[in-house]
């Protein structure tokens, strides 16, 4: 079981000479099919100042419709077609996904061809637009762990774009009316053919895929533009920020470390996954004696996001009592260096890849949770087979490699710690 490909679908990867890439995936779902378009430009290509927030912004603008297909007529199609339809921005990606019926497919496909190459909007619907997402900003940053997490970047990044989420600095959003040419360059530079991976997963053949987005995609002219990202100094001492949050809310905690990369290659980034589900999962010690056994805490977990450039290993804890705050973040911390003292049962390790390994292929049960799933890693490599090196890592990870990545990753040094509570400082 070790040794078998964790993604065990076949399929086609197919690149064209424009720089597209196209990824097909049959699987045995009759009449179904998964388009994911993934764009390799995310909240991490906003390189200029005073521009951060565009990634987002574009995926509101790509809706804005073509000459052929006025936003009207997209919708109506959708609408007569039956299909899913949506899309989403993160840090390295954005992403524009389709469920269709397999009949309809080529006639989304061709849709889609023509707004990302003939993408047209007024200044008028710029500026709306731009306002929209205003309103979304502040909608969101009245959201505590939203807020949480946008200061707690502010202040662990100095350099990389990291340093802002993917709604942008406020200061840039409230300007972004006024940046109309701006979008059309920002346009122009990532919503080319050698930016974009197309994943098709459904009752298809990848020989006939292979001729259709040719038919379509086929003209599409590669760019020249090439982001050249900030590298971030490294961190040379512990950071902290407070948020005395004027409604009333329970206090939150979160401590975050600098980490590693995405890496499919070494196993520094896999050995933070799997202290991420020993150390802080509803199956961890600290969880049973925080939020179970003592119910001083409601909720409880950590992430190791995998993200193209460094990025970091998150805890956080909301917690029932202003003065708990300080012992919830010792508890937290104790664990830390529980990890880095000594090395886990290997029984307990080996239980854990398993359970990690079952968990990832039992979600792969129908072609868009296919495709979702490929469409985050093909963001990241533009591959399917990262998932199988990933996940051969994690079967040769050891409980050696946990204490050796502890001990650097959880240094005081690269540590930033962010509270929110009603009121002053914890």
């Not at 009449?31 to 994911?36: F, H, M, N």
């Not at 009316?177 to 701006?182: E, G, L, N, R, S």
């Not at 003292?341 to 990690?356: F, M, N, R, T, Y």
Request: net charge negative; charged share 25%.
């Amino acid at each position: 079981m070790a040794n078998a490909k964790v993604f065990a679908y076949e399929y086609d990867q197919h690149d064209f000479d424009n720089g597209l890439r196209l990824i097909t995936v049959p699987v045995p779902y009759p009449e179904v099919v998964s388009l994911y378009i993934v764009v390799h430009a995310g909240s991490r290509n906003e390189v200029e100042e005073g521009r951060s927030g565009f990634a987002h912004f574009f995926e509101h603008m790509m809706f804005r419709g073509t000459p052929d297909y006025p936003p009207e007529r997209y919708e109506a199609v959708l609408q007569e077609t039956g299909a899913s339809s949506n899309a989403y921005t993160d840090d390295d990606r954005t992403v524009y996904h389709t469920t269709l019926t397999r009949e309809d497919f080529e006639r989304m496909l061709a849709m889609e061809a023509d707004r990302f190459q003939h993408l047209e909007y007024k200044l008028e619907d710029f500026q709306t637009e731009a306002l929209a997402v205003y309103g979304e900003y502040n909608k969101d940053s009245a959201e505590p762990v939203n807020k949480l997490f946008e200061v707690l970047r502010d202040t662990a990044f100095d350099a990389h774009t990291y340093k802002h989420t993917t709604m942008g600095f406020l200061r840039d959003i409230e300007k972004m009316p006024q940046m109309y040419d701006y979008s059309r360059l920002f346009f122009d530079r990532f919503y080319r053919p050698e930016y974009t991976t197309l994943v098709v997963v459904g009752d298809v053949r990848p020989d006939e895929v292979r001729e259709m987005v040719q038919r379509h995609w086929g003209g599409w002219r590669r760019g020249t533009y090439k982001v050249e990202v900030p590298r971030e100094p490294a961190q040379k001492g512990g950071r902290e920020a407070h948020i005395p949050w004027k409604t009333h809310t329970l206090p939150y905690l979160l401590i975050a470390q600098k980490a590693p990369a995405y890496c499919d290659n070494q196993v520094d980034c896999a050995a933070l996954d799997l202290i991420s589900f020993l150390g802080f999962s509803e199956s961890s010690p600290l969880y049973e004696r925080l939020v179970i056994e003592e119910q001083s805490v409601d909720l409880l977990w950590a992430s190791n996001a995998d993200h193209i450039d460094p990025y970091l290993f998150t805890v956080m804890a909301r917690v029932k009592e202003d003065d708990q705050v300080g012992r919830i973040k010792e508890q937290i911390l104790s664990t830390f260096e529980t990890f880095a003292a000594q090395p886990i049962d290997p029984g307990k390790l080996e239980s854990v890849k398993s359970h990690l390994r079952y968990r990832f292929a039992l979600g792969l049960n129908n072609s868009e949770a296919i495709a979702s799933t490929l469409a985050y890693y093909v963001s990241l490599r533009r591959t399917p087979e990262t998932i199988n090196k990933l996940y051969t890592l994690y079967e040769q990870v050891t409980a050696e490699d946990l204490v050796r990545v502890a001990r650097w990753c959880f240094a005081e040094q690269g540590r930033t710690v962010v509270t929110l509570s009603n009121g002053g400082a914890q």
